[in-house]
């Protein structure tokens, strides 16, 4: 939820606030979607950037999660580990022709 002063913004950003709101007209609008998974502040369901996954985050950990740049992932040990495998094996391979 973006702030604007000390007042949250009514108006949801995300479609499954505007879906809600939409078809419960009623009812109090809604301008979040649920807790933030990391800190508990309001914030709107997504689909994580780099995981099959959705997720609820508010807007500071959204812009976190989504900042350009590098990542490091658990996962990524595995390549390394495939790659450096990978190499022993090829050296081992070349050493005996060289």
Same mark, same amino acid.
């Given at each position: ?26 009812? #109090? ?16 369901f997504g ?5 099959? #996954? ?12 989504? #900042? ?5 992932e ?14 022993a094996?090829a ?8």
């Open positions: 939820m973006t702030m604007t002063g000390d007042a949250p913004m009514t108006q949801p950003r995300c479609g499954y606030c505007e879906d809600w709101n939409r078809q419960h007209p009623n009812e #109090a609008p809604r301008t979040s979607c649920g807790a933030c998974d990391s800190c508990g502040a309001p914030g709107h689909a994580h950037p780099r995981r099959p #996954a959705s997720i609820c985050l508010c807007e500071e950990h959204w812009a976190e999660l989504t #900042a350009p740049g590098y990542r490091f658990l996962y990524h040990l595995v390549y390394l580990f495939v790659l450096l495998t990978f190499a094996i050296y081992s391979f070349a050493a005996k022709w060289f």
